[in-house]
């Protein structure tokens, strides 16, 4: 049934674009997240982001929204 449904449609090309957009997206995070991982220097700033503006605040800092 959906064979006959769409059979001569000129617009099935559109999911396929957006399919591949979608997978080269995710590989391209994929690799920048597994090649990003390497430095421990770095993964251990990022672990202590969520707790940064709390630590700042506790120092008596300014803090400026980004």
Do not use: C, T
Request: net charge negative; aromatic share 16%.
């Amino acid at each position: 049934m959906l064979q006959e449904y769409y059979h001569g449609s000129s617009w099935l090309w559109l999911p396929m674009i957006g399919l591949l957009f979608f997978f080269v997206f995710f590989l391209v995070v994929l690799v920048r997240v597994a090649l990003g991982m390497r430095d421990p220097e770095r993964v251990e700033r990022l672990a202590s982001l969520p707790f940064s503006v709390e630590a700042e605040h506790a120092a008596g800092k300014q803090v400026r929204d980004e």
